[in-house]
């Protein structure tokens, strides 16, 4: 945990329920040990989901759909969600849940390597991005995502800083961990002084930061 562990208890007995089918799929989520969004992020997200408005949201790494279709229910009507995942086996969860959600009008599952995948989509035509991916790719995910930005458009990046290892010297983490820790660091570096982006780092879950494209 990034913050004290009794406060974001607190916080998250004052959360209210979600719907029906996202309360069975993180049932499913936490039996089969998928990772998926922290309750603080699902939080965060539906206050920015409303204050933004977005039609169009992209999404890097869709795993069973459990993100996707939360932003579906706070999305404007007429928006749509267009998401990446590569793992064949979190491919079949996901469409299994987009469909027992009744979303699969409000969301497109791309499958492959996000950074095949989002070469083929259209310059310009996204308005939200939310980036909860391979750590060690949102480095080299960045420029495409960038291209794929409107003016104004939001870029949320899940897990940066890494249950705090991120402040840990690179040989004070794990080796297996050391790629994610150096990639992580170069990001945030990134997204903090690139004259194209505005971004904020914020300590909730376990770590997220905001930018805003000039």
Same mark, same amino acid.
């Given at each position: ?53 977005? +039609?169009?949201? %992209?999404?890097? @790494?869709? &795993? ?5 279709? !939360?932003? *579906? ?32 009008? +409000?969301?497109? %599952?791309?499958? @492959?390597? &996000? ?5 083929? !989509?259209? *310059? ?91």
């Amino acid at each position: 945990m990034i913050v004290n562990d009794r406060i974001v208890s607190y916080i998250h007995s004052l959360e209210t329920s979600n719907s029906q089918c996202l309360q069975e799929i993180e049932q499913c989520a936490i039996k089969d040990n998928v990772p998926i969004i922290r309750k603080e992020m699902e939080s965060f997200l539906r206050v920015m989901l409303t204050i933004k408005q977005p +039609k169009n949201i %992209l999404e890097l @790494g869709c &795993a069973i759909g459990y993100s996707a279709i !939360l932003m *579906s229910e706070y999305m404007p009507e007429g928006g749509h969600i267009t998401t990446i995942e590569n793992y064949d086996k979190r491919i079949v969860q996901a469409k299994e849940n987009i469909a027992k959600a009744n979303a699969t009008d +409000k969301i497109t %599952l791309l499958e @492959g390597d &996000a950074m095949e995948v989002m070469k083929d !989509l259209e *310059s310009g035509s996204y308005d939200f991005v939310f980036m909860d991916a391979a750590k060690a790719q949102y480095i080299n995910f960045l420029p495409e995502v960038l291209r794929l930005m409107k003016p104004g458009a939001v870029l949320i990046a899940d897990n940066v800083l890494q249950d705090g290892d991120i402040i840990e010297s690179r040989y004070g983490v794990i080796r297996r961990n050391r790629t994610i820790h150096s990639r992580m660091r170069e990001y945030m570096y990134q997204v903090k002084h690139m004259d194209e982006l505005e971004t904020t780092i914020v300590p909730i879950g376990d770590g997220i930061t905001i930018s805003v494209k000039r």
